[in-house]
């Protein structure tokens, strides 16, 4: 029979609590949960369209700030939704982007035209270019080049357009789609075995028709397909599965009533014959959803309401598994789209959009639990201008050192979050020259887990460390 004394108690307790921060510290960023607006101006209006991943843990968001004339608005994240820089470009703009293998980003998008604009590491145009009509969608391709697909008049009708570039903007192949009447392509992904699937809309007899096309490498049409629900519907987005593409779209209920715009959900074979369809109930207008496969059996709908949005889950068979309502504070909140959280083990989300005029950025877990309350990341600070560096010790047992910089007289308010984004306490609230700043965090009624040490300027965010304690 063991016996176990204080002293080897005290031991097991240490050795199962760094166990656990490292568990914590390796998917921490699969832990914390938030949502945050972003305006790089405070009389401007922002949106965010879509989201990819970076380099790690980060992403980038793209879409457009106006004041009122609008201009692109990139930013790019830390796992947190702290920025990691902003950048906002003379270019009308962007709808979607995606990575590149030198840790840059190309995004596309309308200005005048269609448009593609490659940015490096740091947010710097590294070149642009114009093409023909609106650029909706960007997809990298297996062979390290890019595809992408919009529409483009042709006299007075509207015909579909695909392009292929390389990192250099160089184009390998371009197409037109002119399929008797008028049509745009909204969405475009390689096939799991050859070729790009296109999801988009097509006027049949004077009804706007859901339109599903396959290519191949070259452009070339293999099928396509169309279909009608209802008085209307467009398709918008997809997901490749083994057996199957599960679809989603919008149709309109009545011809007449504004109000009546729905999201459906399809499945169909893998010629686009439809297997299942499903209308989702709502009682106020819904429209752009946005799909994500977690596995084969799950998959992730964002859905863009009036006043407030809402993300679901379903299953391979349409069968809503779960649905999360996101609201800001009785503002409206409009979603554009949701992701995989980068390098999450667990599959968390990042869902886009605006709230109250400002761009809305959302990181939820898979199980779609409600985040904590809508925080402000104004991204005029400039990270050069103050400095939040790691305390000392971490981990640490009972104090611990936290040092900050600034290089000209602000307000500085420095407080603690725990693990679940709720405020533990404010460990300076002060105006302050410009220097260098250091706080003693003492810790004895603090029970030990990981916390968030958040400085704002100013009342505007800044930035973010954690640390880990243990007693």
Not at 66 to 89: C, E, H, M, Q
Not at 129 to 146: A, Q, R
Not at 239 to 264: A, H, K, M, Q, W
């Amino acid at each position: 029979m063991r016996i176990f004394n204080k002293k080897t108690c005290k031991t097991y307790k240490f050795t199962l609590l760094i166990l656990l921060s490292i568990i914590f510290c390796q998917s921490v960023s699969s832990q914390f949960y938030w949502q945050k607006l972003y305006y790089p101006l405070l009389n401007g209006t922002e949106e965010i369209f879509e989201t990819c991943e970076a380099d790690g843990t980060n992403f980038f968001a793209v879409g457009f700030t106006a004041t009122p004339t609008r201009s692109v608005y990139l930013l790019k994240l830390n796992y947190l939704g702290d920025t990691i820089w902003t950048r906002v470009f003379n270019i009308q703009e962007a709808y979607d982007i995606v990575a590149t293998n030198d840790s840059g980003c190309i995004f596309t998008g309308y200005s005048g035209s269609g448009f593609a604009c490659k940015t490096n590491a740091n947010g710097e145009i590294v070149w642009y270019i114009n093409f023909p009509g609106g650029l909706n969608d960007i997809e990298k391709t297996t062979d390290g080049n890019y595809i992408l697909c919009g529409g483009k008049l042709n006299g007075f009708n509207l015909i579909g357009y695909v392009v292929k570039i390389n990192p250099d903007g160089g184009i390998i192949w371009e197409k037109e789609y002119n399929f008797g009447n008028d049509v745009r392509f909204f969405r475009i992904i390689p096939d799991f075995t050859n070729g790009f699937l296109i999801t988009g809309e097509k006027y049949v007899l004077n009804k706007i028709n859901s339109f599903f096309l396959k290519i191949n490498d070259t452009g070339a049409v293999i099928w396509n397909k169309n279909y009608l629900l209802n008085f209307s519907s467009s398709l918008l987005d997809f997901c490749v599965t083994n057996n199957n593409y599960i679809t989603v779209g919008t149709t309109n209920l009545d011809p007449v009533e504004t109000d009546s715009f729905r999201v459906y959900i399809c499945k169909t074979n893998l010629t686009g014959d439809t297997l299942k369809t499903k209308v989702l109930n709502a009682s106020n207008y819904e429209s752009y959803p946005a799909i994500v496969k977690l596995n084969n059996n799950k998959f992730v709908i964002s859905i863009l309401g009036n006043n407030k949005s809402r993300v679901i889950v379903v299953d391979s068979n349409l069968t809503i598994k779960n649905t999360l309502s996101l609201q800001n504070n009785g503002f409206f909140t409009r979603i554009f789209s949701v992701m995989k959280a980068p390098n999450s083990f667990i599959d968390d989300l990042i869902s886009c959009g605006w709230s109250n005029y400002d761009a809305y950025i959302a990181k939820i877990d898979s199980s779609l639990n409600p985040p904590p309350p809508i925080g402000i990341a104004n991204n005029t600070i400039l990270l050069s201008d103050y400095s939040l560096f790691q305390n000392y010790p971490n981990p640490f047992n009972s104090e611990t050192l936290i040092k900050f910089t600034i290089n000209k007289a602000s307000k500085v308010k420095v407080e603690v979050y725990d693990i679940l984004g709720r405020k533990i306490g404010t460990l300076t609230e002060k105006n302050l020259r410009a220097g260098n700043y250091e706080h003693i965090w003492n810790t004895s009624d603090i029970s030990s887990g990981i916390y968030f040490i958040t400085m704002y300027i100013n009342n505007i965010y800044s930035q973010t460390i954690k640390t880990l304690l243990i007693k």
